[in-house]
C-alpha cells in the first residue's frame, strides 16, 4: 500500500474530511480498544469508574477558583487545553459506556430533557 493511500485510510479512520457524530467517535473508540487488547477491560462497572475519575479530573481544574476565575478558565491556553482534555475523557468513557451498554446517548439525553420539561415547567406553562 502506497504512503498516500495508507494516510488517506487513517483520516477516514478519524473522521476527517466529515462532520463528527456519535457513531463515528463510537467506532474510533472501539477500534483503539480492540487495537490494544483492551476490550476484555471495558467492562459497564470498569467504564463507570473510570468516568467517574475523568469527571473528577475536570472538577479538581475548577477547585478552588472563583465564581469569576471559572467564567475565564477557557482564556488561558494552557488552562484551555486542560479543560479539553479531560472533557474529551469524560465524552471518551461515556461513550464507550453506552456502546458496551446498549444506550443510544442522543436519544437518552433527549427523553431525559423531555422528562424535565414536564417535570420543571417554566414559568408561565403551570404544572400539567
Known sequence: MNEEHEESRRA????????LDVATL???LARFAVARDWQPFHTPKNLA???????????EIFQWLTPEQSSRVMADPDSAHRVEDEVADVLAYL???CEVLGIDAL??????????????PARGEGAG
Open 12 to 19: 477516514d479512520d478519524r473522521g476527517e474530511g466529515r462532520p
Open 26 to 28: 463510537q467506532a474510533r
Open 49 to 59: 469508574a473510570a468516568l467517574s475519575v475523568e469527571a473528577s479530573e475536570l472538577v
Open 95 to 97: 461513550l464507550q459506556l
Open 107 to 120: 436519544a437518552a439525553l433527549s427523553a431525559k430533557i423531555d422528562r424535565n420539561e414536564r417535570r420543571f
